[in-house]
């Protein structure tokens, strides 16, 4: 198996312990699945394998045979759940994809948790565990769990990110998330009684109690909001449409269940509804329902695939995104009302089409600046085979969200874009002088940065640059106090998580500092691992991770994932800075050949990156050429007195002494000074 692999297939650190195990009446002795559908969804075997499908749809579908507790569900239902709005036989061969998505994940173990008939699914819960489940069945006025496992349990909302899957699916999903939440307030209600009035185990039930209150309360409003909507659609009653940015607790609602063009309920943080609100910071990217030249199935196909784009591209935390089934569609299927799009508030805007022609299908997307008119930034196409429609998600979806949020970036980080800017404005000015690592710019982007903060301290995504940003003062030698700045790094970048757990960019930037800064490999992997799972689609995550692997040894797994970054972001604008990481393997590798020929381009590039040089003159080292080794040599102590081979050896992150040695070796053959 190759290193990519390792994201789908390694092990789940549970991070609620190994008492939940125990949480609630066993199902079985030993289930040989564990199902975690309480915050991240998660599934793993008793052997630590992640069985979890990719898919969107495939999650929902487990998810809802979970809540089903074993009972039978008609296919009919399932397809008419997720599958809405489109035609019955295209829902029917949607679901047969989706639930063959689910078996294949699952494997070996598939013949024994589904149980398939011509009509009916259902999930053998008597092999599994899952958390949801155990909760339900606890009896408040019975209640002896531990108390911190059921404190854990009240971390993560039902079903984390399956919202916006379709407008039906929402309905039910916020009826079950409600009856979750219920059932949690009434055993932490029990569980405090027991506790008693003090001590530190009955101030943490207390705060995860009121945590609980204002999330039942929340959902009920929003249950509320439904059935307001519902009865305005109706004409019973006067409705206001609520501004597009609702609060965390409170988000967005649904639509009456009869009206296919008012928007739908979509819940999840950065994906949100059309209606403009009365005042935006955050830029807003709406994805267009893609139109398909051909039959009623490819239809069907290309509106999917713009609901599977939009809920991608909500992984990301720089944006807000507008999904389809909350655009009406334009008057022409060939045109673009740009009338329409800023009605919505958008800044940009996703489109495509798919047509067929034989085997294969042809999916061409383009990504429209709308700042002054519309005009295509970007524009992909692909082939797939149409045998290979199951993995429509890995070799499509994936691919065009990590290829659309740099060119977003890139556009937002040009001085004078806009008139005014907020909190994330500012951070996405910094970033090209971060990458610049020229000082005076690099050191423009921290004040940048630092006005961020102010505006808006408890912006996870800002944290965690404003920690990417100190670990890089410090790799570039300008920092005076080290051991200071890399505690503010780390500050930063825990901060940062703890904002949000499920910020994968805010994750991999802890992955990297867990690495660089503290030598902790087994926590980078950990991080690395989550990040990506939460957003496959995140080339920066698949860059970064390849240099732990470089720092254990593993070069060829860091070439691997240098490869996966380069397929996922092709034409990054800032790829002359990651490309410096393909030169360190080649390094630790020992291919210093090639490690020469990417160290050259890199430091013509990016003449003030300090760490480019590192290896290329360790190569040219190795391979003899003190004299061309020379130069760089000279612009290295330059940028960096006090670099000696002796200090390198002692602060950079090697985990085997025999590439220290090597890599060591190599300085000194071109000449670094030793002390």
Partial sequence: MNRIGRVESASVVPPYGDNLRDFGPPLRERPIVRIHLLGAMRATTYLGDDILPPGTRARAILGYLCLAAGEHVSRARLAGL?????????????????????????????????????????????????????????????????????????????????????????????????????????????????????????????????????????????????????????????????????????????????DDSAIPAITQRHLVGAAPGPSRDRLRVGVLPFLAHGSDREENLAFSLSQEIAAALARFRWFDVIAPISLRPMPSAHLLDEHQLRHAGLNYAVDGTISGSGKYLQISVRLMDLAEYARPVWNESFVLARGELHRLNELVTTRIVAQIDPVILFIEGQPRRRDRYGATGLLLLSIPLIFSMERKKYEEAGRLISRALELEPDNSMIA???????????????????????????????????????????????????????????????????SLRLNPSLAFSWAFSAMTYCYIGEPEAALERLERYRELAPSAPYFSFFENFFAIAYTFMGDYERAVLVGRRVVKANPSFVAAYKPLIASLGHLGRCDEARPYLDKLLLLEPGFTVEHFGEVYPFKKANDRKQYMRGLRLAGVPER
């Fill in 82 to 258: 997720l599958w809405d709005r489109v035609p019955d036989a295209a829902a029917r061969t949607n679901l047969r994809q989706a639930l063959h998505e689910l078996t294949s994940a699952f494997a070996k173990f598939a013949n024994e948790l589904i149980v398939s008939g011509r009509d009916i699914v259902r999930l053998n819960v008597d092999a599994c565990w899952v958390d949801a489940l155990a909760v339900l069945a606890l009896d408040p006025s019975t209640l002896g769990a531990p108390h911190g496992d059921l404190k854990a349990l009240c971390r993560g909302e039902l079903l984390e990110g399956l919202d916006a899957t379709s407008a039906s699916f929402d309905r039910w999903l916020l009826g079950e998330r409600t009856r979750v939440a219920e059932r949690l307030q009434l055993l932490l209600e029990r569980e405090l009684e027991q506790a008693g009035t003090k001590g530190s185990e009955s101030r943490g039930l207390k705060r995860a109690l009121a945590d609980t209150r204002d999330r039942v309360q929340a959902l009920r409003q929003i249950a509320q909001g439904r059935e307001a909507r519902r009865k305005a659609l109706a004409g019973q009653l006067p409705f206001q449409m609520e501004p597009s940015h609702q609060s965390e607790r409170a988000p967005s609602g649904d639509t009456g269940p009869d």
């Fill in 464 to 530: 965690a640059w404003s920690a990417h940003w100190h670990c890089f003062y410090v790799g570039q030698g300008w920092a005076e106090d080290i051991k200071r700045t890399y505690a503010i790094t780390e500050e930063h970048a825990l901060r940062a998580i703890r904002l949000d757990p499920d910020n994968a960019e805010a994750l991999g930037i802890y992955a990297h500092i867990c690495s660089m800064v503290n030598k902790d490999f087994d926590s980078a992997i950990h991080y690395f691992d989550r």
